[in-house]
């Protein structure tokens, strides 16, 4: 399919610099970014004879004789090239699908997404069949460009991918065998313009599904379970009817799997995600002694409720990924001890209000970012003391002279870092070093 094509790729980054490098040979390529880009990847796209063009004005080099645009998934459908390529009729899509064409036959495509979740839920069920030695290979919105791992994927293997809303925004013909939504809340409306349309675009993780392919969903999310109605998929349910919590265990259709404390994740959200896993395990012959190990030994990932240190009996965790109020409602509900909350990034109309009933153990709210001077109000509404500071150096210097023993202090921003960081795991790393 992608091939003899003159293929303009719009913006770089990783999945740019991957789709570049996996179309060269068999097509005319170039790919623009108006950031700088390392020497080493310029250099090396250049000797696959792609060109290479950092500019301000993309729209300059574009023209009606490319076959196909590729876009970066952070790249807005408002982007001048992506309006004239839609006015033009060229197809507008992005890495991840144009991947798919290059998967060997047989291959099993797991999909995860969701709003909250999808991180935690698709690292299981890596490390779950790694442990079962089954031939599984991650990639996706965790971290690796589907372009970057086709070369290691052979015919029969499977392939975990975790996707977001912006990747499966410009999906055709990407078809998953087994699709996961852990769940749905407004996010990303900025980007989508509405939450109608954002829920649209989760729907498309179903996209060509058939009664042979599998949907998981999440039962105790009504948005989930009303949005996906009509989908054609078989459908299990997890936090319902195919898995679920009875006796302080976790059950899979009458079977229990694990006690929940065997667990080292705890609450409820986790939970959830562990039973979405287990359901796709299950598909593969779920080995319960090798998932009493995992979960066992399983802490978390990396800015999700991350615990960073406990000194002078005040307890620090990152969770830099909370970048909707969603996620932070499910953080502030794993706490009993008072907390120092800080809150605030990018501005995108996020409703900081949404936290008003989760705000118990809050003792004390830190604005940063944009967003502080909204906080501030909201914090001002909840009788709760507000420190403001446009960055987060700034507070932690103020949150240890505030802190008292037996304190939580937690970053769990409700908002997306690009107001200051590039992305979130910046923002966590930050707080950990000043930490």
Same mark, same amino acid.
């Given at each position: 399919? =992608?091939?003899?094509?003159?293929?303009?790729?719009?913006?770089?980054?990783?999945?740019?610099?991957?789709?570049a490098?996996?179309?060269?040979?068999? #097509? $005319?390529?170039?790919?623009?970014?108006?950031?700088?880009?390392?020497k080493?990847?310029?250099?090396?796209?250049?000797?696959?004879?792609v060109q290479?063009e950092?500019?301000?004005?993309?729209? %300059?080099?574009?023209?009606?004789?490319?076959?196909?645009?590729?876009k970066?998934?952070?790249?807005?459908?408002?982007?001048?090239?992506? %309006?004239?390529?839609?006015?033009?009729?060229?197809?507008?899509?992005n890495?991840?699908?144009?991947? =798919?064409?290059?998967?060997?036959e047989?291959?099993?495509?797991?999909g995860?997404?969701?709003?909250?979740?999808?991180?935690?839920?698709?690292?299981?069920?890596y490390?779950?069949?790694?442990?079962?030695? /089954?031939?599984?290979?991650?990639?996706g919105?965790?971290?690796y460009?589907?372009?970057?791992?086709?070369?290691?994927?052979?015919?029969?293997d499977?392939?975990?991918?975790?996707?977001?809303?912006?990747?499966?925004?410009?999906?055709?013909?990407?078809?998953?065998?087994?699709?996961?939504?852990?769940?749905?809340?407004?996010?990303?409306?900025?980007?989508?313009?509405?939450?109608?349309?954002y *829920?649209?675009?989760?729907?498309?993780?179903?996209?060509?599904?058939?009664?042979?392919?599998?949907?998981?969903?999440?039962?105790?999310? %009504? %948005?989930? /379970?009303?949005?996906?109605?009509?989908?054609?998929s #078989?459908? !299990?349910?997890?936090?319902?009817?195919?898995?679920?919590?009875?006796?302080?265990?976790?059950?899979?259709?009458?079977? !229990?799997?694990?006690?929940? $404390?065997?667990?080292?994740?705890?609450? #409820?959200?986790?939970?959830?995600?562990?039973?979405?896993?287990?359901?796709?395990?299950?598909?593969?012959?779920?080995?319960?002694?090798?998932?009493n *190990?995992?979960?066992?030994?399983?802490?978390?990932?990396?800015?999700?409720?991350?615990?960073?240190?406990?000194?002078?009996?005040?307890?620090?965790?990152?969770?830099?990924?909370?970048?909707?109020?969603?996620?932070?409602?499910?953080?502030?509900?794993?706490?009993?001890?008072?907390?120092?909350?800080?809150?605030?990034?990018f $501005?995108r109309?996020?409703?900081?209000?949404?936290?008003?009933?989760?705000?118990?153990?809050?003792?004390?709210? =830190?604005?940063?970012? !944009?967003?502080?001077?909204?906080?501030?109000?909201?914090?001002?509404?909840?009788?709760?003391?507000?420190?403001?500071?446009?960055?987060?150096?700034?507070?932690?210097?103020?949150?240890?002279?505030?802190?008292?023993?037996?304190d939580?202090?937690?970053?769990?921003?409700?908002?997306?870092?690009?107001?200051?960081?590039?992305?979130?795991?910046?923002?966590?790393?930050?707080?950990k070093?000043?930490?």
């Amino acid at each position: 399919m =992608y091939q003899n094509k003159k293929i303009f790729i719009l913006g770089m980054a990783k999945s740019g610099y991957e789709c570049a490098k996996l179309l060269a040979s068999t #097509n $005319e390529v170039i790919i623009t970014d108006q950031k700088e880009q390392p020497k080493d990847h310029i250099d090396e796209l250049k000797k696959l004879n792609v060109q290479v063009e950092i500019t301000t004005d993309p729209l %300059e080099l574009f023209d009606e004789s490319f076959d196909v645009v590729i876009k970066n998934p952070g790249i807005l459908m408002s982007h001048p090239v992506i %309006e004239k390529a839609v006015e033009l009729h060229i197809p507008v899509v992005n890495e991840m699908e144009v991947a =798919y064409h290059y998967l060997p036959e047989e291959v099993k495509i797991i999909g995860v997404t969701g709003s909250n979740g999808k991180t935690t839920t698709t690292t299981l069920i890596y490390e779950m069949m790694k442990s079962m030695n /089954l031939p599984v290979h991650l990639g996706g919105n965790i971290g690796y460009p589907l372009s970057s791992i086709i070369s290691k994927i052979k015919k029969g293997d499977i392939v975990l991918l975790e996707i977001s809303d912006h990747q499966l925004l410009n999906f055709q013909d990407f078809k998953t065998n087994i699709s996961v939504l852990t769940n749905l809340c407004p996010t990303h409306l900025d980007f989508h313009g509405s939450y109608e349309a954002y *829920k649209k675009v989760k729907q498309k993780i179903f996209a060509h599904h058939t009664k042979n392919d599998l949907a998981i969903l999440n039962a105790s999310n %009504e %948005e989930s /379970l009303k949005e996906m109605k009509n989908i054609t998929s #078989n459908i !299990e349910y997890f936090a319902g009817q195919d898995a679920y919590i009875k006796n302080n265990a976790i059950y899979l259709q009458n079977e !229990e799997i694990i006690k929940l $404390e065997d667990i080292k994740l705890k609450g #409820n959200h986790n939970y959830e995600n562990i039973m979405a896993a287990l359901l796709v395990i299950k598909e593969f012959g779920l080995d319960k002694n090798i998932v009493n *190990k995992i979960l066992n030994d399983f802490g978390g990932v990396e800015h999700r409720l991350e615990f960073v240190k406990k000194e002078n009996e005040v307890s620090y965790y990152n969770d830099s990924k909370s970048t909707n109020p969603v996620s932070t409602i499910t953080a502030l509900k794993s706490f009993e001890s008072p907390v120092l909350l800080i809150l605030g990034g990018f $501005e995108r109309s996020q409703d900081f209000y949404d936290l008003k009933d989760h705000l118990k153990h809050v003792k004390h709210i =830190y604005a940063i970012g !944009e967003t502080r001077e909204r906080i501030a109000e909201f914090a001002k509404d909840m009788n709760i003391p507000c420190t403001k500071k446009e960055f987060l150096k700034e507070v932690i210097l103020d949150i240890k002279k505030d802190v008292q023993p037996g304190d939580v202090v937690l970053l769990s921003p409700a908002s997306a870092s690009w107001d200051q960081y590039d992305k979130f795991e910046s923002r966590g790393d930050e707080f950990k070093g000043l930490i």
